[in-house]
Nanobody, 129 residues
Framework: QVQLEESGGGLVQTGGSLRLSCEASGRTFSSYAMGWFRQAPGKERAFVAAISRSGGSTDYADSVKGRFTISRDNAKNTVYLQMNILKPEDTAVYYC??????????????????????WGQGTQVTVSS
C-alpha cells in the first residue's frame, strides 16, 4: 500500500513557475513508476508526465513539452513536477500517481491513468491571465 500526498499548488500569473511535490509513504517507492495527471473542470483526467522507477526515462504530454520537467528523488520518496511558462490552460487539479511496475523493465512508465495503482488527493494549480 502506498499513500501519496501532493503539495506546491497555488495561484500564479501567466508565464510564472510552480514546483509540485508528491511524497510517498512506504519503503518501496523505487519500485514504482510515477506519473502526474491533471483534471480541469468539466474535463477528463489527462496525462501530464511520467517517469520510470529509476528516473532515467520520462514522457510528457505534447502540451507541456519544453515547459514541464518531471523528476524524482528515491532517497526522499518524492516525485516533482517543475512547471515553467505557465498558461491559463494549465489550470487544473494536479494528481500524482504510482504504478507498481512488477517485472516490467527499468525504463517502463505509463501514460494511461488506468495503469496506475495509487493516487494522491490532488493539488490545485490556477494560472491567471
Amino acid at each position: 500500500q502506498v499513500q501519496l500526498e501532493e503539495s506546491g499548488g497555488g495561484l500564479v500569473q501567466t508565464g510564472g513557475s510552480l514546483r509540485l511535490s508528491c511524497e510517498a509513504s512506504g519503503r518501496t517507492f523505487s519500485s514504482y513508476a510515477m506519473g502526474w495527471f491533471r483534471q480541469a473542470p468539466g474535463k477528463e483526467r489527462a496525462f501530464v508526465a511520467a517517469i520510470s522507477r529509476s528516473g532515467g526515462s520520462t514522457d510528457y504530454a505534447d502540451s507541456v513539452k519544453g515547459r514541464f520537467t518531471i523528476s524524482r528523488d528515491n532517497a526522499k520518496n518524492t516525485v516533482y513536477l517543475q512547471m515553467n511558462i505557465l498558461k491559463p490552460e494549465d489550470t487544473a487539479v494536479y494528481y500524482c500517481a504510482a504504478d507498481n511496475t512488477g517485472f516490467r523493465g527499468p525504463a517502463y512508465r505509463a501514460t494511461n491513468p488506468a495503469a496506475y495503482d495509487y493516487w494522491g488527493q490532488g493539488t490545485q494549480v490556477t494560472v491567471s491571465s
